[in-house]
């Protein structure tokens, strides 16, 4: 049973920086992987970022080199520092943490990025 809490989603013009947070707890956790995910309006949800045991990343190619995501091993919590923000990045915000084998799902918090 894990628990999830997102913040920095918000409201930011186009070419600024946006950093979201989301910090994991429960009373078994043994997390591997963690990861960013995002549903633009009228589309699917898709990958953003991950980051799993090692320290390795993988981002999809629309990032182009404006995110990065990082992770603390304690507190358990893995960020996403977006820069160089575009219009097509507004989107709800997803954390994913893999506990145990067990996906779990943050309830998404908005980036809406203005022309």
């Known amino acids: 049973q894990v628990q999830l809490v997102e913040t920095g989603g918000g409201l930011v013009q186009a070419g600024g920086s946006l950093r979201l947070s989301c910090a994991a707890s429960g009373s078994r956790l043994s997390i591997n992987f963690m990861g960013w995910f995002r549903q633009a309006p009228g589309k699917q949800r898709e990958l953003v970022a991950t980051i799993a045991t090692g320290g390795s990343r993988n981002y999809a190619d629309f990032v182009k080199g404006r995110f990065t995501i990082s992770g603390d091993n304690a507190p358990n919590t893995v960020y996403l520092q977006m820069n160089s923000l575009k219009p097509e990045d507004t989107g709800v915000y997803y954390c994913?943490?893999?506990?145990?084998?067990?996906?779990?799902w943050g309830k998404g918090t908005l980036v809406t990025v203005s022309s």
């Open positions: 994913n943490i893999r506990n145990l084998g067990m996906d779990y």
